[in-house]
């Protein structure tokens, strides 16, 4: 019975060490992608509704400590007052701009833009591990001619 116990933890820690040091390494392009563009997206759904509830959700637990839906949908008044709508972003590769990093707090570094017309989303996105993925802990994103 004590080998049993014994071959169990050695498979639960063989099982958890891939997990944590997956989180130490930068997504695969087609994950960063994702990870990218399912975060803008969320923001935008949550610009053009009005409501940041489902956006808050998929933040990291310091991010959604730090701002409420309502503190968000403050913060990003701006864009529902202007309307501006970046769903187009769906169909488009993002363009990293430098290429994305982990810091040495362990932070995944994202920044870059989407060659939208007739003018650009920059982002720039910081994730942190959270319950077993990256989570937004930083948001900027704003819309600029190409030319600025």
Known sequence: MLVI???????????????????????TERGLEALVKSSLLSFNDANVTGN???????????????????KLKATFKEFADKNIDIDLIAALK???????????NGRLIVKGFFPTEPARVVFELDFIPSDGEWKLVRINVKTTRALE
């Open 94 to 104: 993002p363009t990293y701009d430098p290429v994305p990093v982990i810091d040495d």
């Open 5 to 27: 116990a014994r071959l169990f933890a050695a498979v639960v820690l063989l099982w958890t060490v891939p997990a944590a040091q997956a989180q130490n390494k930068l997504p």
């Open 52 to 70: 940041y509830t489902v956006f808050h959700a998929k933040l990291s637990k310091p991010f959604r400590q730090q701002f409420s839906p309502e």
